[in-house]
Structures are given as C-alpha cells and as structure tokens.
C-alpha cells in the first residue's frame, strides 16, 4: 500500500485530482468507479476545475458508482444518482449515458445487481474510488462474519444511517436498505484509491491499514489488493504507525 499523508485538504485534493486525472489522460476511455459521501466532494471540485480549464476530459471515460439507496424516489435530493449529477458530472464534459448508478427504485431488486455485475464485468474497473465508514466499511459492505463478493442488497447498520441522518431532515428518512457493489468487484479493480479525512476516522484507518484482515472490518481487505493508494489528512493518519 502506498499511504501518503497531508497537511492540508488543499494538497490532499490536488494529489488525488492529479492521480485520476493523469490516469484519464494515458487512457481517454479510462473506467471510473466512483464514490459518494462528503469524502470525495473536494476531489470532485478539483477534478471539474482540471476539467474546465481544459487539462483532462472526461468525453470517453465510463464511470460505475458504488452504492445507491433502496427506495427513495428518483428526484430526492440525497440518492446518489443527483449527488454525482450535482457535485460532479453536471459540470464536467462525462457523457451521461456513460455513468452508472446502481438503481435503488427497479422493480427486481436482485435482477438490478445481477445487470450491474454483468456490466461490471464486462467493463473492468481501471481505478475505484473509495472512503471508508466509521465501522470500516467500503461501499456499503458492512462488518460482518461474511463478506459479499457481488452487487447485493444491504440492510444498513444503525451506525451508517446515524452517520447518514445528517443529510437527512430526520433520520427515520434514511433508508434502511442500499444496493452496493461487494468485495468482490472492489477488489477486481486495476486501482484503488482510498481517501479518508478527520480524527474521527482515525482509529478505523488503523484498523483497516495496519490491523489483522478481517470481515468484520471490511476495509481491512484492501490490504489485499496490489494496487492500492491511500490519501490521508494528518488527523486521519494520527494512529498509524510509521
Ligand atoms: P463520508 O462517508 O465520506 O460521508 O464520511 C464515507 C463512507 O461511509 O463510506
């Protein structure tokens, strides 16, 4: 694993831009496997100003997001599908048609994952983005004594939708359910890049980075994976050994 450390999120977000960015010009029709949540919001801002100036395009790149919420109608402000619209491909030059989100609202649940490891599988991910869960997990692959290797419905854990309320005017809006892509099809990805930021995560970040692999820290698996490149803010990186 290559773990670097930064003292402000202004570098944090420029080295992360910079990675996918360099990624998406040596390969033009790059397959991008994105992420939700606060975490990649600032890799985002970075990544439409590269865009807008001229210095990468997104014209041939496919991108497949991780994770949707079961159920919330199609134009509610916090499913995934409007995040990426409004925090990144609305402003960048993406081909719609190209971006992927599993969808939360299709009348056969299990049929939507089997569409979407199919097109998965046919696509190859070259670089997954990804964050972690206070709990460690990835996606919404929650700790458990079995991990899924393919897309699959989830039940949430009381602790992600608590972390999640704050998007939400209550949370008893929060979903209880998502559609997330497994362990599997994360660690089938060329590249990973795993981006985690604040004090608060400290302690799972040592877990997953430098702790026994284990289900029940889903992140722990990456240590797995050959290609994996970690960007850290200094209080997310305050636990880990040197
Ligand atoms: P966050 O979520 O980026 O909003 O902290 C990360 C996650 O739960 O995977």
Redo the contacts with the bound molecule.
């Keep these: 694993m290559n773990i670097m450390t930064f003292q402000t999120n202004e570098e944090l977000n420029q080295i992360a831009a910079s990675i996918v960015a360099s990624l998406v010009q040596t390969k033009p029709n790059a397959v991008l496997g994105l992420?939700?949540?606060?975490?990649?919001i600032g890799l985002y801002q970075e990544l439409i100003r590269l865009n807008q100036k001229g210095y990468v395009s997104f014209k041939n790149v496919k991108s497949y997001n991780l994770d949707e919420y079961v159920g919330l109608p199609a134009d509610h402000s916090e499913t995934y599908r409007t995040f990426m619209n409004t925090q990144l491909f609305d402003h960048i030059d993406i081909d719609k048609n190209n971006t992927y989100v599993p969808n939360g609202n299709a009348p056969d649940l299990d049929a939507e994952c089997q569409y979407y490891d199919e097109m998965l599988a046919a696509a190859s991910l070259d670089m997954q983005l990804?964050?972690?869960?206070?709990n460690g997990?990835?996606?919404?692959n929650e700790p458990d004594d079995q991990l899924h290797s393919g897309t699959h419905v989830v039940q949430l854990k009381e602790e992600?939708r608590q972390?999640?309320a704050r998007f939400f005017s209550s949370i008893d809006e929060v979903p209880s359910q998502a559609i997330t892509m497994g362990v599997g099809s994360i660690l089938k990805a060329k590249m990973i890049m795993l981006i985690v930021?604040?004090a608060e995560?400290a302690d799972i970040v040592k877990r997953a980075l430098q702790g026994p692999i284990t289900t029940e820290v889903p992140a722990s698996l990456l240590q797995t994976h050959p290609n994996v490149v970690v960007l850290l803010d200094k209080e997310a990186a305050k636990h880990l050994d040197a």
Aim: hydrophobic fraction near 35%; charge should be positive.
């Design positions: 992420a939700t949540g606060s975490t990649p990804l964050g972690i869960g206070h997990h990835i996606a919404f992600t972390a999640n930021r604040g995560k």
